[in-house]
């Protein structure tokens, strides 16, 4: 190392000295996507060969996941082609993995652009413990509030440009790359879940965000989006129309991550959703549930769907059941008689509810006339066979009736209604069809 004053330094011995100091110097050319090292040791020796394609280069350095050597999803290598040139001099630090070693090495690595060639002087150091430690304690509070944020970038739709893009689940730091909106904006839409691309693709075309963002206001969009590992997750899109001197279209865009959120509401409203269409006692669908899925499923028979029975069940003398043995036995016979009713439904395409009481309602579908009063002869039977516990031997009357196509949801049900009372008329623990 050579040892001198300060003012007897040349041009030589700097050169000289950053020959021993450098860990890396690489040249590379953006325009041939090719790469030469001109030195490289410690760390550097594994993760670069003498020569190679520069975009490798640009994945080693920063598309892998933060902390992790696990490639991105291919989907998203396509945007590595923009991150190739710089404008003017760059510097930053960065995570790189060597092959087998899945801890990291922290480097610092600038930029020194060849004017007007496409070509780039790389120059890269292996961080010690002491200067990664200091990192970290000056990026932590930006990294909290960064963590929800998986994506931000500067736009502005008249220039058609991108800067400061910020993707967290890589690192950090802001890249200045050369994608233009307008390309950045038809590869991201790939992204996207295919039911809310269309929506994506309105929300952020350009005309659309100058008519309808002023400057401060936002508009935002939920959607499923993959991320870098290549799983839909769901996102919160956010447009940020930035304050400017003057009055061109400036935003500010992020793609924050509301995933756990969003299954977790998705969760409380699964919740809220059974409570509202189902019966507390039984589990079946109640009375609101049952009547829903009855008017659905007529309105499929008349748009050309597979034929509808219904049937509509009532426990006979149940009244007597809960006068002699008390309502909380007469819930359980309740219960006992829903799970007979599942049991007959199960592997069919059906819908069982309670409409209240003693009264119960199944729809059949894919089911002929023929095939339905078969089905509601043994569902009679095997309630008639049962033993409901201390309430003993029970049936019931069973009112049977096929969806016309002129039928509404009245007159369907006026008449397995008639039908199940011709059933209790005519001695009870009948099937009766309408």
């Given at each position: 190392m050579i040892n001198k004053a300060i003012e007897d330094y040349t041009k030589e011995d700097l050169l000289s000295i950053l020959d021993e100091t450098v860990d890396?110097?690489?040249?590379?050319?953006?325009?041939?996507?090719?790469?030469r090292s001109i030195i490289r040791k410690g760390?550097?020796?594994?993760l670069l060969g003498e020569t190679g394609v520069y975009e490798d280069l640009i994945q080693k350095i920063w598309f892998h996941l933060d902390n992790s050597n696990e490639e991105i999803n291919d989907d998203y290598k396509a945007f590595i082609s923009y991150y190739r040139e710089f404008r003017g001099k760059y510097s930053r630090r960065a995570k790189v993995f060597v092959d087998g070693d899945d801890t990291p090495h922290h480097i610092q690595m600038n930029v020194y652009p060849i004017d007007g060639t496409g070509q780039y002087i790389f120059a890269m150091d292996e961080l010690n413990d002491g200067e990664n430690v200091e990192e970290h304690a000056t990026s932590s509070k930006v990294n909290t509030i960064q963590s929800t944020y998986l994506f931000s970038m500067y736009v502005d739709l008249i220039r058609d440009t991108t800067s400061s893009i910020s993707v967290t689940e890589i690192s950090e730091d802001t890249v200045n790359a050369t994608i233009k909106y307008s390309q950045w904006r038809l590869m991201t839409v790939n992204m996207i879940w295919?039911?809310?691309?269309?929506?994506?693709?309105?929300?952020?075309?350009?005309?659309?965000?100058?008519?309808n963002l002023s400057t401060g206001r936002t508009t935002s969009f939920d959607c499923k989006m993959k991320n870098l590992e290549g799983v839909f997750i769901w996102v919160k899109l956010v447009f940020i129309k930035a304050e400017?001197?003057?009055?061109e279209f400036r935003f500010v865009f992020m793609v924050q991550d509301i995933n756990e959120n969003v299954k977790e509401l998705m969760t409380t409203m699964k919740k809220?959703?059974?409570?509202?269409?189902k019966d507390p006692l039984t589990g079946l669908f109640n009375r609101g549930g049952i009547e829903t899925e009855i008017r659905n499923a007529i309105e499929l028979f008349k748009n050309g769907?597979?034929?509808v029975a219904l049937l509509m069940l009532d426990l006979d003398f149940f009244k007597q059941v809960n006068d002699t043995?008390?309502?909380?036995?007469?819930?359980?016979?309740?219960?006992d008689f829903a799970k007979i009713l599942e049991s007959a439904v199960e592997c069919k395409s059906a819908s069982v509810g309670r409409w209240g009481g003693e009264e119960f309602i199944i729809i059949l579908r894919n089911?002929?006339?023929?095939?339905?009063y078969k089905f509601a002869e043994e569902l009679r039977r095997r309630v008639e066979e049962t033993h409901f516990g201390e309430v003993g031997k029970l049936t019931c009357s069973i009112g049977l009736s096929r969806v016309e196509p002129e039928d509404t949801f009245d007159d369907v049900f006026k008449r397995i209604d008639r039908a199940m009372y011709s059933s209790k008329d005519s001695g009870r623990n009948k099937v009766t069809e309408e």
């Open positions: 890396a110097i690489v040249i590379v050319d953006s325009k041939l996507n090719t790469y760390v550097f020796a594994e295919p039911e809310d691309q269309q929506q994506f693709m309105t929300i952020t075309d350009p005309e659309y965000l100058k008519a400017t001197s003057d009055d809220y959703e059974s409570l509202a269409l769907g597979s034929d043995y008390g309502h909380s036995a007469g819930d359980t016979a309740l219960k089911m002929s006339g023929n095939e339905a």
